[in-house]
C-alpha cells in the first residue's frame, strides 16, 4: 500500500513568496495531521483534521499559515508571504482512529526560505 | 494537557551494547503510547505501540518497550544495539477515550538522539 505522500521533498523559496505544500494520506484514513520540525523546536503539530474538518489548530504559528483539506484524499498547507523562520520540515501524517490512532508520516517536505 | 518527557536527549553507546531510552507521560485519561524512529533526512517510522493488554510490547528492530502504569513510564529497551540503530528516536502518547479532548492526536517528546559508536 502507498504511504502518505508528501510534495515537494525540498523546496527553496525567496522571503515573500507563497508556499503550498500538499498531502495525500493514506486511503480510509480519517485524521490528518500537519507537523513540523525544527531543530529548535522540535516536532511541533500545526493542525488537524478529522473527516477532513479541522478540528485543532491552535499550533498554526500565525495568519500566514493556513490549511485546507477539500477531500479524503488531499490537504494543503500554504505559507503566504514566506519567511526565512518558516525553514523546517514539515511533515503529513495519517490515521485511522479505530486501528488505535496510529500515526502514519510521509517523507516530508523541506522548505528553505532564503 | 498531555505531555510526554524523554529524560535523555542523547545517548551514546557502543554496538553490542544493551540500551534503554526513557519516556514517561503525564495524562489523566488513559492512553496509547508510540515510539517512533527517524533516521537521518528521512519521516518518523513506527517502531512499536502499546494500545493494552499485555504490557511488554515488541516491535521492530529487535526493540521492545514496557508499559508501567504506576510510574507512567513507557522505556524503550533493545538488548544488543547496531550501527544501523543510530537515530533519533520519539515517544508519543494519544488519549484513548473517544470524544475526549485529546483523541485522535499524539503528543511528542521531544527526541532522543541514539549514537552507536564501533
Known amino acids: 500500500d502507498a504511504g502518505v505522500i508528501q510534495s515537494p521533498r525540498h523546496e527553496v523559496t525567496e522571503m515573500g513568496q507563497e508556499v503550498t505544500l500538499r498531502c495525500k494520506p493514506i486511503?480510509?484514513?480519517?485524521?490528518l495531521f500537519w507537523y513540523r520540525q525544527t531543530m529548535m523546536r522540535g516536532l511541533e503539530l500545526l493542525i488537524y483534521?478529522?473527516?477532513?474538518?479541522?478540528?485543532?489548530d491552535s499550533g498554526m504559528p500565525e495568519d500566514r499559515f493556513s490549511a485546507k483539506m477539500p477531500n479524503a484524499s488531499f490537504s494543503t498547507l500554504k505559507i503566504q508571504p514566506s519567511e526565512p523562520r518558516d525553514s523546517a520540515v514539515y511533515f503529513c501524517?495519517?490515521?485511522?482512529?479505530?486501528?488505535?490512532?496510529?500515526?502514519?508520516f510521509g517523507e516530508g517536505s523541506w522548505l528553505t526560505v532564503v | 494537557a498531555q505531555s510526554v518527557t524523554q529524560l535523555d536527549s542523547q545517548v551514546p553507546v557502543f554496538e553490542e551494547a544493551p540500551v534503554e531510552l526513557r519516556c514517561n507521560y503525564s495524562s489523566s485519561v488513559s492512553v496509547y503510547l508510540f515510539w517512533y524512529v527517524q533516521y537521518p533526512n528521512q519521516g518518523l517510522q513506527l517502531l512499536l505501540k502499546?494500545?493494552?493488554?499485555?504490557?511488554l510490547v515488541k516491535g521492530i528492530n529487535g526493540f521492545e518497550a514496557e508499559f508501567n502504569k504506576s510510574q507512567t513510564s513507557f522505556h524503550l529497551r533493545k538488548p544488543s544495539v547496531h550501527i544501523s540503530d543510530t537515530a533519533e528516536y520519539f515517544c508519543a502518547a494519544g488519549g484513548n477515550n473517544a470524544g475526549g479532548t485529546s483523541y485522535g492526536k499524539l503528543t511528542f517528546g521531544q527526541g532522543t538522539i541514539l549514537t552507536v559508536h564501533p
Open positions: 501524517a495519517s490515521s485511522f482512529a479505530l486501528s488505535g490512532n496510529t500515526i502514519y
Open positions: 486511503s480510509g484514513h480519517d485524521y
Open positions: 483534521f478529522n473527516n477532513n474538518v479541522p478540528i485543532d
Open positions: 502499546y494500545l493494552s493488554g499485555s504490557t
